[in-house]
């Protein structure tokens, strides 16, 4: 079963085409652990013309990390220590940490622990954005699903959807609108 | 008639199988070491076959026929990008070395899209130079019938691989075509991903007896396994080339990889028993690949003899 509310997709004459790429679509969105993240996702292939569209709502609201969801913040002697469990975000904690309070305040006297030279708690300082990582993610998934040699592509992304078009040939605001229209048909479908 | 095989074995005492090819006045096409396991590939006489099965038990190896040894097939691509690689043209590449030929990879570089596809005078040369290609198409069939244009050209034997089901009819240019094969985003695992391998193998031993069959109405002057053999004994420098193949065997010649300008002629002068040299027997240019030396064996039809 799809863990997604809804995926259609929809290629004109290419029954086994459409198949294959809901299969390849999962396998990328697997890969990149986007799937979970994507409510909805809709798909629209016209190989004659040759068209490729994506058109996605999201799940959104992925709040971003805090100091204290990767560290356990406690008072020190001249500061505060930070105890860093989750190491794959060390390099934006040092970022966040050295750009709040200059380098010459920040220590790190072994691998998982951070001294932070300052009177107020860290704890509530934000380390990234998760939230843009995902759309960086979601881009790359999306060129990578469309078919090779749609090199023009255009990507309007919102607070909660996306919408992913390429096709080999110039975009032109016609076409454009002529995708979303076919799109808003399968969601009303 | 020789058959080809393939010995895969510790390296202890595999040189006692190498001295029964000799022996057996059969030829080793190429051989592999990895770590302690060695990889013969060899080509030895039918009637022959029992002694060296009952040496390989005793040495505790394993052999069996490599129906592709002695042959290069090129696995094309539209593009070298993700969307073929490393899945899809690997796996394909890795078969068919596993089944003895000598496979290389070939990414066009405007072969994307399905309007703008288009191949080279170049690519479609250096494509010639195989003794069969496997273009590997995608999931639409649409595209995969205008992408005809790409291999109409080729005058090797050309298998097409895709996802859905053609009528031959539909793909005139094409030797055979390979359906269920298509786009994959993983590598082939199930048993009915390696039984879509295995219908690209029989199809590309199909066009290569083909080839075969052809030859054999006008037989070449000599056996390109001799040639091969003649070369790395009278051309030493051969060993020294950085290839792990120096000597690529075709259907039709050899392709020798020592630079064309520096060693035309020590490859022209090769002498057989018989008498005659190599350049009396063959022509050699250069080949598309790199700077090498491209040896094309004549038919019988022009030299009016054969040995």
């Known amino acids: ?189 | 008639m020789l058959e080809p095989v393939m010995f895969t074995g510790g390296v202890y005492k595999h040189d006692l199988v190498m001295e029964l090819v000799e022996d057996l006045g059969g030829y080793i096409l190429q051989k592999n070491v990895t770590q302690s396991e060695v990889i013969l590939l060899m080509l030895i006489p039918t009637e022959d076959m029992a002694a060296m099965k009952a040496l390989i038990s005793d040495l505790r190896g394993e052999l069996v026929r490599a129906p592709l040894a002695g042959t290069e097939v090129a696995v094309v691509t539209p593009t070298l990008a993700i969307h073929h690689l490393p899945h899809t043209a690997c796996d394909i590449a890795e078969y068919l070395r596993r089944n003895g030929a000598k496979s290389n990879m070939i990414g066009l570089a405007r072969g994307a899209g399905r309007e703008i596809a288009q191949i080279n005078e170049y690519e479609s040369m250096l494509i010639n130079e195989h003794d069969a290609a496997v273009f590997i198409f995608g999931n639409f069939i649409e595209c995969i019938r205008k992408k005809e244009n790409l291999y109409r050209n080729i005058s090797v034997p050309v298998v097409v691989t895709g996802g859905p089901a053609i009528p031959p009819k539909d793909l005139p240019y094409a030797f055979e075509y390979v359906p269920a094969v298509g786009r994959i985003s993983h590598r082939a695992k199930k048993a009915t991903e390696i039984g879509n391998l295995d219908n690209i193998i029989g199809a590309v031993g199909r066009a290569l007896d083909r080839t075969r069959a052809e030859i054999s109405k006008d037989p070449l002057t000599t056996s390109p396994p001799r040639v091969m053999d003649a070369v790395r004994e009278q051309v030493p420098d051969v060993e020294y080339s950085f290839s792990p193949l120096p000597i690529a065997l075709n259907l039709n010649g050899v392709r020798v990889k020592l630079p064309y300008d520096k060693y035309r002629d020590a490859v022209r002068a090769v002498r057989f028993d018989e008498g005659v040299s190599l350049g009396e027997i063959a022509t050699i240019r250069p080949s598309r690949m790199k700077d090498y030396i491209l040896v094309r064996i004549m038919p019988m039809s022009e030299t009016g003899f054969i040995f």
Do not use: C
């Open chain 1, 1 to 189: 079963m799809d863990p997604m509310e809804v995926f259609k997709i929809e290629i004109a004459g290419e029954e086994y085409g459409a198949k294959k790429y809901r299969e390849i679509i999962m396998d990328i969105l697997q890969d990149l652990g986007l799937i979970r993240s994507i409510g909805q996702l809709y798909v629209y292939v016209d190989i004659k013309k040759p068209v490729f569209a994506v058109y996605g709502l999201l799940r959104t609201g992925i709040p971003p990390l805090l100091v204290r969801d990767v560290a356990d913040v406690a008072q020190a002697s001249g500061g505060f220590q930070l105890k860093v469990n989750d190491e794959e975000h060390m390099a934006d904690l040092l970022k966040a940490l050295w750009a709040k309070y200059g380098r010459e305040s920040v220590e790190q006297p072994s691998r998982d622990i951070v001294v932070v030279a300052t009177d107020a708690s860290p704890s509530d300082l934000a380390v990234t954005d998760l939230e843009a990582e995902f759309r960086q993610d979601l881009t790359d998934a999306l060129v990578r699903v469309a078919p090779e040699g749609f090199r023009n592509r255009r990507n309007e992304m919102t607070e909660n959807s996306f919408f992913f078009i390429s096709a080999e040939d110039t975009l032109n605001p016609q076409l454009i609108s002529e995708i979303k229209e076919k799109i808003r048909s399968m969601q009303n479908a």
